[in-house]
């Protein structure tokens, strides 16, 4: 009998592989799936079929992805499939067909569906998590948990992801909360990838292929490694040559091939098309402009003619004044020749260009960022990477080796080429590009997906207007965090309960007497422990009270120095300059002369005396302090010397003795254990057992800690929000308030913040630019940023105010965010303000850019499109939430003075 399946797979251009075909069966057979597969496998075949199966049964689908640009992708495939009146689109600031059976969405608006109960969630049969391993991202992942724990029961749901080492855990935690759920893992790739490392301008295979046995560890290729060992040599050799009498360096040796090079390598080796992974924005520009300084030309006149056709048609509607500033001429000229950047701070109507051009072939060298390698559609035949280090936003720190495969990944085009090709470049100063690092980065498949949820202010809000408290708290201990970290808490247990039987054994060895030894020997560890605070409180004391003897000693005061083998008399040339570390330069009577610490002066003697010193003493001269060293002695002659004394090293006065040490002290000496044949032998039995217990504290702290740590999380916020008139009433009696319902349409990672600010009129009275301008500052976050934001003055009195009350605000709810023992929000940063005002008021983007430029440094085009979309999102929740209808018919105001230019062309 055929089936849908049967269908289907008739209309698809090539034969289905073994995971497409399990996974879809599954789908058909009413199984929610998890498929894990490389990149450039084919998940999404899985993911169209649920489309299939939702048109076919008069239901719908939704298809979710992590970044508007797949989402605007997939929606174009889905029409050219499907026709245009089935599928829709929203994106936040985009909605086309919103009421077709089939909606391409982000996942954010999913998630902001389900707590609105919106009317479209009827009749709602399959959902489609594209890329669902985003939920591993720290600022955003928790989105993809809170749709998977929110959908209704009989959503059957299709998860895609990437190959991770940990499937079989996210599969167990999908099952658990969503029911029969089937888990394909495929490690296949179904074009062949080999790795190549790129030494100047040859070109050698990674691993020896010819040499390779099924299952065995792959091996480096040795001519690649001798090549480097003589290329090495070459340099060695080098680097010195005679010059005249003598060695003189010299400059030169093995130097990296440079862009051109690398792509004309490529382009002989048949490798093209490329992209080139450089983890800068700056980087993938100057590459482009690096091969446009060349004669490196990819294309041929006909392939120019069609390039010229496509960057005309995407790039009609852009005003004919911004194509200077927006680096147009320079950007044409590039994909003419066939070369592109691609990355998040470029215009993104360019970006959307370069992946046309790139699909259709027509591009052949693309410099990216990793950005690319999240799920847009832009395989090459060859992947290279400049550098194995990039910048995490803390540090620079090597590619794991998931993040290697994810680049890689993107190499080899599925139906176009046979196999694909991932080239490193050899650089002797890049320890991560030796062949053996790349080869461990090349035969590594660890890629663990790890839940970043955590309850934020807009969740718990939401979670308890739709369910209450208890069940809100239920639902967090169900999320993937809390399963993963339940699992952790397994071996911790584990350990515990080993520890546990230890204890019950040497109990039992201490038979009838164990209470009394155990006690005895508490009482031990307790003398021994307040012993070591003492000595620890001696040795701060006595430091502290040498600081204080240095710091004060002046010039020619003549003192002992009582430790190490300087020891004996000294004269002070130069009085201590920090008090909280004084070094004061000395003279010692045997001549010698530097700066002591409070290491070798122990301050127990006050200074012996003083004498008299010339004005100027140059101490680096033997003669001089010869003659310095004789006065010393002859001014000290006549003073009480501890060092010519004789004392027992160390004599200070004995100091107080703890009377309750002194209690302890007695007490065991009293105790029926003390006076025991066997207590040697007992006590070694008793302090393992008390080890033992110590480290079973420490884990049953650890269980503890990780136990139910979402739902106190949500119990703090709770707090915070009661405290604040969000919530009223306690426990299951707890309600959202107006200000709650306020709070709950607020979707921003300052959301709080934002509703403060709403509810207590900080914000009233401005004109639509102004409020334009003031939503930005408490979203603008600059790249790189650490610490407080600088604060940057506002355009007009008005925007002043508000920014004062925002940031009054703002401090107030961090101090409560302290005392709940909660992670503190983000403060305001006006670094976006005066350019967005700019551009709210006049439309000119090189009146914005140059007004980003006074204060925070160069803006791309693309940023500032990027931060303007963000600003229309929040305006948008303004518009919607705002309790004083002046705020919201200011948003609606602000949304069309932003929607317009550059920001205009790209909102489709």
Not at 15 to 42: K, M, S, W, Y
Not at 195 to 224: I, S, W
Not at 540 to 553: K, Y
Not at 792 to 800: C, K, Q
Request: hydrophobic letters at 40%; one cysteine or more.
């Amino acid at each position: 009998m055929s089936t849908e399946f049967d269908a289907f797979a008739a209309e698809q251009p090539f034969a289905l592989d073994d995971f497409q075909r399990r996974g879809c069966q599954a789908l058909e057979n009413g199984h929610g799936v998890l498929i894990c597969a490389p990149t450039g496998a084919g998940k999404t075949v899985v993911g169209e079929f649920a489309v299939h199966l939702a048109l076919a049964a008069g239901g719908k689908c939704f298809y979710t992805t992590p970044i508007k640009a797949l989402s605007n992708q997939k929606h174009s495939d889905l029409v050219r499939r499907y026709g245009g009146e089935r599928i829709g689109l929203l994106t936040g600031d985009v909605s086309i067909n919103a009421d077709a059976p089939v909606v391409v969405m982000t996942t954010e608006v999913l998630r902001n569906m389900l707590y609105a109960d919106s009317d479209a969630l009827a009749g709602l049969a399959y959902v489609v998590m594209d890329e669902v391993h985003f939920l591993a991202d720290r600022m955003r992942g928790a989105v993809w948990e809170e749709v998977i724990l929110h959908l209704p029961e009989e959503v059957r749901l299709v998860s895609l992801s990437a190959t991770v080492s940990n499937a079989e855990e996210f599969g167990g935690w999908i099952q658990t909360v969503r029911g029969d759920t089937t888990v394909v893992v495929d490690e296949h790739r179904p074009v062949p990838l080999w790795q190549h490392v790129l030494v100047g301008r040859r070109l050698f295979d990674l691993f020896d292929y010819d040499r390779l046995t099924p299952g065995a560890k792959p091996k480096v290729d040795p001519d690649l490694l001798r090549h480097i060992a003589h290329r090495r040599e070459a340099d060695r050799m080098l680097d010195w040559e005679p010059r005249g009498r003598g060695q003189r360096h010299r400059p030169g040796g093995y130097r990296p091939p440079s862009r051109p090079d690398v792509i004309g390598t490529l382009d002989r080796e048949g490798l093209l098309p490329a992209i080139t992974f450089i983890f800068s924005r700056a980087g993938c520009d100057g590459a482009v402009a690096q091969c446009l300084r060349s004669p490196l030309r990819l294309t041929d006149d006909d392939e120019r003619d069609r390039i010229a056709a496509v960057i005309d048609r995407r790039c009609a509607d852009l005003p004919e004044s911004d194509l200077a500033v927006l680096g147009y001429y320079e950007w044409r000229e590039g994909l003419l020749r066939g070369l592109a950047a691609h990355h998040a701070g470029m215009l993104p109507v360019f970006r959307h260009t370069v992946e046309e051009l790139f699909a259709a072939g027509l591009t052949k060298a693309v410099f990216a960022t990793e950005t690319l390698a999240l799920g847009i559609n832009m395989p090459a035949r060859t992947v290279v990477l400049e550098r194995l280090v990039k910048y995490n936003g803390e540090q620079h720190a090597p590619l794991t080796p998931g993040e290697y495969t994810q680049l890689t990944g993107r190499a080899g085009r599925r139906g176009i080429d046979v196999e694909g090709h991932a080239v490193v470049l050899w650089r002797p100063d890049d320890a991560g590009a030796e062949p053996t690092e790349v080869a461990g980065l090349a035969s590594t498949r660890t890629f663990p997906l790890k839940s970043s949820f955590a309850p934020s202010y807009n969740m718990t809000i939401n979670l308890v207007n739709r369910m209450g408290p208890t069940a809100a708290r239920a639902l967090l201990e169900r999320s993937f965090a809390q399963y993963q970290a339940d699992r952790s808490v397994v071996g911790l247990v584990r350990g515990a309960e080993r520890g546990q039987r230890l204890l019950t054994e040497i109990t039992a060895e201490l038979g009838d007497n164990a209470p009394e030894v155990l006690d005895y020997a508490r009482l031990r560890a307790e003398i021994g422990e307040r012993e070591r605070a003492q000595a620890r409180a001696s040795r701060l004391a006595r430091r502290r009270a040498a600081v204080d003897a240095l710091a004060e000693l002046r010039r020619g005061d003549i003192i002992t120095i009582s430790q190490g083998r300087r020891g004996g008399l000294a004269v002070v040339l130069e009085p201590a300059g920090d008090a909280e570390d004084p070094r004061p330069l000395v003279l010692s009577e045997h001549r010698w002369a530097g700066r002591i610490s409070s290491a070798d002066y122990s301050g127990a003697s006050a200074k012996l005396g003083a004498m008299s010193l010339p004005k100027r003493v140059e101490h680096r001269q033997p003669r001089v302090r010869r003659d310095l060293a004789s006065a010393l002695r002859s001014a000290a002659a006549g003073l009480d010397v501890p060092s010519r004394r004789r004392t027992v090293r160390g004599g200070a006065p004995e100091r107080d003795v703890d009377a309750q040490l002194a209690e302890l002290r007695e007490r065991l000496r009293r105790h029926s254990v003390h006076d025991r044949g066997d207590r040697d032998a007992t006590m070694r039995l008793a302090e393992r057992y008390l080890r033992i217990e110590r480290d079973n504290d420490a884990l049953r702290q650890k269980v503890a800690a990780a136990t139910n740590s979402l739902a106190r999380t949500f119990d703090r916020i709770l707090g915070l929000l009661a405290e604040r008139g969000y919530v009223a009433g306690a426990d299951a009696a707890t309600t959202v308030t107006d200000d709650g319902r306020l709070l709950a349409r607020i979707y921003s990672e300052s959301d709080l913040l934002v509703a403060e600010c709403l509810r207590t009129g900080a914000w009233n009275g401005l004109n639509p630019a102004e409020l334009a301008a003031m939503v930005s500052a408490v979203l603008y976050e600059p790249r790189g940023s650490d610490g407080p934001a600088p604060q940057y003055d506002a355009p007009t009195a008005a925007l002043r105010t508000a920014l004062t009350a925002t940031r009054r605000l703002s401090g107030a709810l961090r101090r409560d965010e302290n005392r709940h023992r909660l992670a503190t929000s983000r403060e305001p940063d006006a670094g976006f303000v005066t350019a967005m005002y700019r551009w709210a008021t006049t439309g000119d983007l090189t009146q914005a850019l140059t007004a980003f430029e006074e204060t925070g440094g160069p803006l791309s085009a693309g940023d500032f499109v990027r931060w303007c979309r963000q600003v229309l999102d929040l305006l948008d929740q303004v518009r919607n939430a705002a309790p004083d209808p002046a705020v919201r018919a200011a948003a609606k105001r602000a949304i069309g003075q932003v929607r317009r230019g550059v920001v205009e062309v790209d909102a489709g």
